[in-house]
């Protein structure tokens, strides 16, 4: 049984920086790409950042690009997520996802097919 498994998330004040985490079980993803999404309260889920199977390719939405950096460590199953200077529009729950297939790229038009069941960040002000 496939499990991703996201930690790291927390209440931080604006400016801060948040490391979050995301191990995956049950099978290894060393040749699928990963990402990470988020949904705030009343808003549908936004992807956030994906990273390619190889991890030399990394996409991000506009409202975190120069701000988060996605990484992959293959040999733990596991991708992070590093958020530098937070904002409250940054509150929301982030989800880890995996792509099934192999080799593809990890951007926001990857069709995601396992997913966490989410952590929560909250940015005050």
């Known amino acids: 049984q496939v499990q991703l498994l996201e930690s790291g998330g927390g209440l931080v004040q604006a400016g801060a920086s948040l490391r979050l985490s995301c191990a995956a079980s049950g099978r290894t993803f060393s040749k699928n790409a990963m990402g990470w999404f988020r949904q705030a309260p009343g808003k549908e889920r936004e992807f956030v950042a994906g990273i390619n199977w190889s991890g030399d390719g990394t996409y991000y939405s506009d409202s975190v690009k120069g701000r988060f950096s996605i990484s992959r460590d293959i040999a733990k199953n596991t991708v992070y997520l590093q958020m530098n200077s937070l904002k409250p529009e940054d509150t929301a729950i982030y989800y880890c996802?995996?792509?099934?297939?192999?080799?593809?790229?990890?951007?926001?038009?990857?069709?995601?097919?396992?997913w966490g069941q989410g952590t929560q960040v909250t940015v005050s002000s």
């Open positions: 996802a995996a792509d099934r297939q192999e080799y593809r790229s990890g951007s926001s038009s990857t069709r995601y097919n396992y």
